[in-house]
């Protein structure tokens, strides 16, 4: 179990949170991520209304376009030197393109990570120089390359770095160096990976050629790059993916489009994370297992038919990483089996002679994931040098932690969360432990047990595709905003089954005390314990595609035992609640019409048959208001709490109403009627929390109601997915069935009538929480 960190307390703006509107977390959150103002969070939110920062931002930007644009006028040959990995691809992929459409003569080469390894070797260097370079140009690469700069500069090559890297002490000496380390901490473009800094250049050549929005054809190509590089997502670069993603999903560029393909990708869904688990993955297999200078041509084609060739290529590639992958951790696992004592280190540092050094980075995140530490991987063949992969944990900035080991290293480099290395083999040992005293210096007494930061409290009954819609406004995820995880408190597992070939993760079916019921996926479950009787779970919630159905997808992130200190309380209730108690009035209709005269914005919470009578909305459709009016009376006191939690009022106006369809013959007749609605106007679609809402009740009632239809041959539930039904008219009753549901009906209405009468009649400050409240 991780440690949880609850969301920090924060007061939104009234104005910030109208404007906002929709589910409030989505204005928490703003808030939290220190965005406060008006203007901040419609810049984060539409990149419509961010003021991209301009290209000369960058230090020696100038000097970088003088020095192209000379190249450009005279006809000399410029080389791009780029990188293997799917940063590097796209940053060669984005200077080519534009310096070829600009005229130039140009060449490039990508290092074959097999034989050359990152960086600029002189052995290939020599070769690009031989055929008449005269202008080097590197991207995603270079920063820490002073003898290749000397070299090229020695036989007249003018050299311009562009990479994203952390800086060396001491600068090559090369014409311009940009680098978006030079700028200060927090600029807007100091977050760019490689083909940001690339796509920055790009810009700036098209826009001193008189044709500044050219450039834009080229983002489709910038989101793969920022994604897949796991760039932290703010300022510029968090725009460049908004607009990339939108590039994305409908690119003109044939191989992306057969990738898509390939992928089982729908283009209209790709989002970060489609290009972090289906697009990335197969474009690195290429630089991870082959040539990865076929890119460039796979991304730029106009063959048809070559695109579909090297598409099928890259997914072949991508079927022997993952297998690769799997063997090169099922070798490293054991060797921890093997060796216990090497999970007492600070760090964990396994060596192979027979891993290939294109797939051990990915088997190092897996292991620092599971193992809550940062990890090295190294190849080791006999004879010859190790090559190594590190990955990181938050707190621990692996390349320093590197660098004091660097009397024991060929050579190099990396940022704070993933490096690489190379070493004699003799030096392992030694590089082991001094590696575990410079992390465990770093961490100092923070444990290994990793924090999990919990966003918001929900309730099972609240996840929708309306939630899943509001959360989404804050997309794209990924560093630097990172997904929301969710908690519902008080759940049990009342049904599992395995999921996959491997019966590596797990499906997990988990009721609250509503005896409202979600399905779970515990993605690498791999025979963990399951929680024993009540729990609370942290989950993320999110859109899932597959097979062209979309539903609603809930991912299992952490656990721990019910009854703790309870976060929705202090999250979710204002600490002094105003309550005008109109539960007895004599004309509640005018009573309601002087109300909504008041000052500041009001919620009319209705729900049931009264929805077609009162101008109100039901429980999923309220947004964030001064004063909530509840005009019927709740199902339940969790449905109340939720609704509390979506309006945050300062003032409650109860009514309480009493519905009508309470008894299990009005309610089914009800339940038939919107049903009908369903399948004239949604072709048979409606979601199960929406039918709740509409009928005023809880989602177990309306579940069995369901159940009661489809046994009575009145309709039949095609998919009772997650949280949408596809309904059909079919006739082929159950009577015997039908009782045994209307039976269990009448106890599940009987116990919400009850809540209703305990509303109704109870003191004010017993039906909402005397704490938070003062009645008047």
């Known amino acids: 179990m991780k440690r949880w960190l ?50 000369q931002a960058l230090p020696d930007m100038t000097a970088a376009v003088s020095r192209i644009q000379r190249a450009l006028e005279t006809g000399e040959k410029i080389c791009v030197w780029g990188d293997f990995d799917v940063d590097g691809q796209t940053a ?83 014409t311009a160096i940009l680098n978006p380390h030079r700028l200060p901490e927090g600029h807007p473009l100091s977050t760019l990976p490689g083909v940001g800094v690339a796509y920055k250049l790009a810009e700036a050549l098209y826009t001193a050629a008189g044709n500044p929005h050219v450039g834009a054809k080229l983002l489709d190509l910038v989101a793969l790059g920022i994604v897949a590089d796991v760039a932290v997502q703010t300022g510029d670069t968090r725009y460049l993916l908004q607009r990339g993603l939108q590039a994305l999903r409908r690119t003109q560029r044939l191989g992306l489009q057969e990738l898509i393909k390939v992928a089982g990708v729908q283009p209209e869904h790709i989002d970060a994370e489609t290009i972090g688990f289906a697009l990335g993955p197969r474009l690195n297999a290429l630089g991870r297992l082959a040539d990865a200078n076929v890119s460039v041509e796979f991304l730029t084609t106009e063959d048809l038919g070559r695109a579909r060739t090297l598409a099928s290529e890259l997914e072949a590639l991508n079927a022997r990483r993952r297998m690769l992958c ?40 897996r292991l620092a994931e599971r193992y809550h530490r940062p990890v090295v991987l190294l190849s080791a063949p006999p004879g010859a040098l190790a090559r190594g992969s590190a990955r990181s944990v938050e707190g621990c900035h692996i390349t320093e932690a590197l660098a004091t080991q660097a009397h024991l290293l060929e050579g190099f480099g990396g940022h704070a969360m993933a490096a690489g290395m190379s070493m004699d083999s003799e030096h ?35 996840l ?52 409202v019921e979600r399905k779970v996926v515990w993605w690498n479950w791999q025979g963990a314990p399951i929680p024993d009787g009540r729990f609370d779970l942290a989950f993320n919630l999110r859109k899932n595609v597959f097979r062209n159905e979309v539903d ?69 459709a309220l947004v964030p208001a001064e004063t909530l009016v509840i005009w019927t009376h709740p199902p339940s006191v969790v449905t109340l709490q939720m609704a509390l939690r979506r309006v945050k009022p300062s003032r409650v106006v109860v009514f309480g109403r009493d519905l009508d369809v309470d008894r299990p013959q009005p309610f089914l007749a009800y339940l038939a009627g919107l ?33 009661w239809l489809e046994a009575k041959g009145l309709l039949q539930v095609v998919s009772f997915g997650e949280l949408a039904l596809e309904l059909v008219e079919v006739a082929s009753p159950q009577l015997e069935r039908a009782a045994q549901l209307q039976a269990e009906l009448s106890e599940v209405l009987a116990e919400t009538v009850a809540y209703r009468r305990f509303f109704g009649r109870a003191r004010i400050d017993q039906v909402l929480a005397p704490s938070t409240c003062s009645s008047k």
């Open 6 to 55: 609850d969301p920090e307390l924060v007061s939104v703006p009234p104005a910030l949170l109208a404007a906002v509107g929709g589910h409030p977390l989505v204005a928490e959150t703003l808030v939290r991520r220190g965005l406060s103002t008006l203007s901040d969070v419609e810049a984060f939110l539409d990149p419509e209304a961010y003021s991209p920062t301009p290209p």
């Open 92 to 174: 060669t992929t984005v200077l080519v393109s534009a310096l070829r459409e600009l005229g130039g003569d140009v060449i490039y080469h990508i290092p074959v990570r097999e034989t050359e390894s990152h960086g600029i070797r002189q052995p290939w260097l020599n070769e690009q120089l031989a055929r008449g370079t005269s202008l080097l140009l590197t991207c995603d690469t270079g920063i820490d390359a002073h003898e290749a700069v000397a070299d090229a500069r020695a036989q007249g090559v003018d050299v311009i770095i562009t990479d994203h890297h952390e800086l060396p002490r001491d600068l090559p000496s090369a």
């Open 326 to 365: 799997d063997q090169v951790q099922a070798a490293a696992e054991a060797q921890l089996v093997d060796e216990p004592s090497l999970l007492e280190s600070s760090v964990i540092v396994l060596a192979g002679a027979r891993w290939p050094a294109g797939i051990i980075g990915i088997v190092a995140n």
């Open 428 to 462: 392992i040992e030694a590089f082991r432990r001094g590696l575990a005293r410079a992390v465990a210096e770093q961490m100092g007494s923070r444990a290994m047990k990793p924090v999990l930061q919990i966003h918001g409290y929900v309730t099972l009954g609240e």
């Open 464 to 515: 929708s595709f309306s939630l899943v819609s509001e959360l989404a406004r804050l997309a794209p995820f990924g560093p630097g905003n990172p997904p929301l995880v969710l908690v519902a408190e008080g759940v049990k597992v009342v049904a599992s089954r395995k999921l996959g070939r491997t019966g590596h993760h797990l499906q997990v079916t988990v009721a609250d005390a509503e005896r």
């Open 552 to 620: 609603v997808q809930v991912v299992w992130e952490d656990a721990r035992p019910a009854g703790r200190v309870k976060g929705v309380a202090p999250v979710t209730k204002p600490a002094s609640l105003k309550v005008v108690d109109y539960r007895d009035a004599d004309e509640p209709v005018a009573l309601l019409s002087q109300v909504l005269k008041g000052n500041g914005a009001v919620e009319v919470w209705v729900e049931g048959p009264d929805l077609q009578s009162v101008d109100g909305r039901h429980r999923l």
């Open 675 to 707: 049903v009908k609605y369903a399948l004239l106007t949604k072709e048979g679609c409606v979601g199960l929390a929406e039918l709740a809402a509409m009928m005023g009740h809880r989602e177990v009632s309306v579940r069995i109601g369901l159940a």
